[in-house]
């Protein structure tokens, strides 16, 4: 009688040891980013055996994981994951963010990758150093890279492979081919395992900080690819004061210079009202202020423009990443409505003029109100409307 009372007891303790444990992984799981449950052939291969895993069985498990992923997640209407994906002859949903450093993209782009089943091409042009992309001779190169990408081609895209051997953060910000990445890693930047992971993949996400947007016309003029292009706007002041914190910024004419910025941002205004007359239904301009101060209406309505979801992961991942400051510098989870306005704080008289003086007619395009004075601006409106024709 004694032992079984013991018995009880001690099953009762480890019950509820179980349910706090549980409990405790459910409360520290919701800060974290959304990390995939995955399918772990590696593991089990590698802790008994050293034999390298077939590629076909990292693809055959890789589909299955998508599958998985994807289980409550409502296509288009009368279509299928078949529909999408490269494998079965379909056309994935493919979205692009063209925007310039420091102006929330990294932000944006984890919103983007948080929807099951999507692969993230992170700055395809991370190999041509802090320089914008404005024109030839550069953009030919630049644009055939983001055209192969799009169409999980990597048979010739040897320079942007060895670089991202060397730079991991290439493909670590992919994280469901990261994950792969880790657990094979003598497979990670061979092309032929890459084209068949892409290809899985029923949506694509690419952001770019190096090309300017009339460039991407090319892009956007390929009915086959049918990409849809945000381009993502900051106010120069935030953008300007963001980039004072990067180390390799200073020295850099191309980020360090206000007069460079509003001048690719007065280009890609002139472009913005070409692409929204040509392309309304697959072109869009938004500011990253609008979308931190009111981040679940403006990010429901780019799903809907890029044709994806507003899936319960995207709900979980602004949930966690738009209330609060948390982490370092490069963190995306902070407080969305007031990092955009940081600014303010950080800059002295001296600066916030000079950049203004540089970035007239910029602001004005794009709706950020001038300060009227320096030594009080906590409660000036920075932003005003504007409007592309
Ligand atoms: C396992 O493979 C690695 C790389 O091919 C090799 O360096 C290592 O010696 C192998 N280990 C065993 C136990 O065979
Ligand atoms: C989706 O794929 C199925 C099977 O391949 C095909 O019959 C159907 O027409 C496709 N739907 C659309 C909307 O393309
Ligand atoms: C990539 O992997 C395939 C399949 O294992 C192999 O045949 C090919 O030689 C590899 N390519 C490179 C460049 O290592
Ligand atoms: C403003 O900041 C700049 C750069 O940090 C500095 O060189 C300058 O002396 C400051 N000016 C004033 C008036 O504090
Ligand atoms: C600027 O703001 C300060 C602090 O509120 C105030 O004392 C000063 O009079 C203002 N200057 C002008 C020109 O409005
Ligand atoms: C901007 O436009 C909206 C709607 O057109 C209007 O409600 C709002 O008052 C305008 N804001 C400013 C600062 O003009």
Redesign the pocket.
Known sequence: MVRKNEFFGIALVAVLFLWLLVYSQRETNFHRPIRYQQFDLGESFRSHTNITVPLRDIIDHQRINIRNELYNYKF?????L??YTLE?K?RPERNIIITTWRSGSTFLGDVMNSVPGNFYHYEPLLNYGIVQIRGAPQSKLALQTIKSLLNCDYTNLDDYLLYGKAHSYLFSHNTRLWNQCELHPQYCWNSTFLNQMCSLFPFQSMKTVRLRLWLAEEILRDKSLNVKVVLLVRDPRGTMQSRKHRNWCPGEPDCDQPNNLCADMISDYSAAIILKRKYPQRFRAIRYEDLSLNPFEYVKSLFKFFGLQFHENVKMFLDSHTRMNYGGVSSTFRDSKSAPFHWKMDLNATEIQYIEENCYEAMKLWGYVRSKNYSDLKDFNTLTNYTIK
């Open positions: 288009g209407p009368n279509k299928i078949q529909n079965t379909g």
